[in-house]
C-alpha cells in the first residue's frame, strides 16, 4: 500500500510527512513526529489516555486513519 501524503499542524509546528493509510493517529504522532506526549492505553476508547485536540475537539488517537488530520490542526 502506498504512503500518502499528509500536511497538518501540530502544537503550532506544521508538518508535512508521507504515511501508510492504515497508521494511526496516535502512530503519526507518536513514532513519525516522536511527539512521545500522546499516550497509548486501553485502545478500546475506555480510558481516554490517547485523548488529543483536532481543531479545539476532543479526539480519541488511536483508532482510525491519519487522512482526515489533513490541514487540521492538533494539539496533544
Ligand atoms: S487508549 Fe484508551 S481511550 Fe485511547
Known amino acids: 500500500m502506498k504512503k500518502k501524503l499528509i500536511k497538518f499542524k501540530?502544537?503550532?509546528d506544521e508538518y508535512e510527512i508521507a504515511v501508510y493509510p492504515w497508521k494511526t493517529l496516535n502512530e503519526v504522532l507518536r513514532?513519525?513526529?516522536n511527539l512521545t506526549g500522546t499516550k497509548l492505553g486501553c485502545g478500546t476508547g475506555d480510558c481516554g489516555a490517547c485523548t488529543v485536540l483536532l481543531n479545539v475537539r476532543s479526539?480519541?488517537?488511536?483508532k482510525g486513519s491519519p487522512q482526515p488530520i489533513f490541514g487540521q490542526l492538533i494539539n496533544s
Not at 59 to 62: A, D
Open 10 to 12: 501540530v502544537n503550532g
Open 59 to 62: 479526539t480519541k488517537s488511536f
Open 31 to 33: 513514532k513519525d513526529l
